[in-house]
């Protein structure tokens, strides 16, 4: 549902959130992605706004950093686009470089209470070959400015996804933050009713011409492709998707 206002949905969303605390009463904490997998990026004051209602109400304000951490918004963490610091921060998958399962969990030095406690031991946990992949895999973001780079290349990726917008109806919004990007489809941009089966169908045929990405939604183009991508590989796979959509517009329109 939108809700118009200043911010529309986003600033609305985060007075809900408010009703709830009220009306809830004792609310632990608000966990969430601060920008969603589908590269969907709130309003720049919305995270302000919930970080100030948990400050409010004695509640964590918990990020999940596991898709958008780690230099893939173009920053190292997506939380510090909106100038927010969360009580507890999740990281995994890319903290092991894409290749070892890790992940960690980042708290406030006021909330390391357990020190003194035995906590139980697990097979896999503290493994320190994991550990040492997760270390070199951060000096290789600060070394390479692999963040800076996902910045750069995003925003040439947006432009040209807007150009393709400009041209295919079949898309009705283009969206995304450094190297984790959006297109939707839909049938009528005017209504927005989602073209799921178009979305199927232009998914199957990028995939024939060697470019593979997940459908969000069921309308949604995903595009998360890695920090080390060159800029060559990056037009290429746009060249195959800019290919895919004039084939669907094609059969759209016969």
Request: hydrophobic residues 40%.
């Amino acid at each position: 549902m939108y809700w118009a206002q200043r911010g529309g949905c986003d600033l609305r969303c985060a007075q809900y959130i408010e009703y709830v605390f009220q009306h809830e009463g004792d609310v632990a904490a608000v966990v969430a992605e601060p920008i969603r997998y589908g590269a969907a990026v709130p309003h720049p004051d919305y995270w302000k706004t919930v970080r100030q209602l948990c400050d409010e109400h004695g509640a964590l304000l918990i990020f999940d950093e596991i898709p958008s951490g780690l230099g893939r918004t173009g920053r190292l963490f997506a939380t510090e686009h909106f100038d927010v610091v969360p009580d507890i921060l999740i990281l995994g998958k890319g903290l092991g470089g894409g290749i070892l399962p890790l992940a960690a969990m980042l708290a406030r030095e006021q909330l390391d209470i357990a020190g003194h406690r035995a906590l139980g031991h697990y097979t896999h946990e503290k493994n320190p070959v994991l550990c040492a992949a997760a270390l070199a895999t951060l000096d290789e973001l600060e070394s390479q400015s692999l963040p800076q780079r996902a910045a750069r290349l995003g925003n040439h990726a947006l432009e040209r996804l807007r150009s393709m917008q400009d041209r295919y109806p079949l898309i009705g919004e283009v969206r995304g933050i450094g190297l984790l990007l959006a297109v939707e489809l839909v049938r009528d941009r005017r209504t927005r009713e989602p073209a799921t089966e178009q979305a199927e169908r232009l998914m199957y045929l990028a995939l024939d011409r060697g470019l593979s990405f997940k459908l969000t939604g069921g309308n949604t183009i995903t595009l998360a492709p890695p920090l080390t991508i060159s800029d060559e590989q990056l037009d290429q796979a746009l060249d195959i998707l800019d290919n895919c959509f004039q084939h669907i517009s094609g059969e759209h329109t016969a």
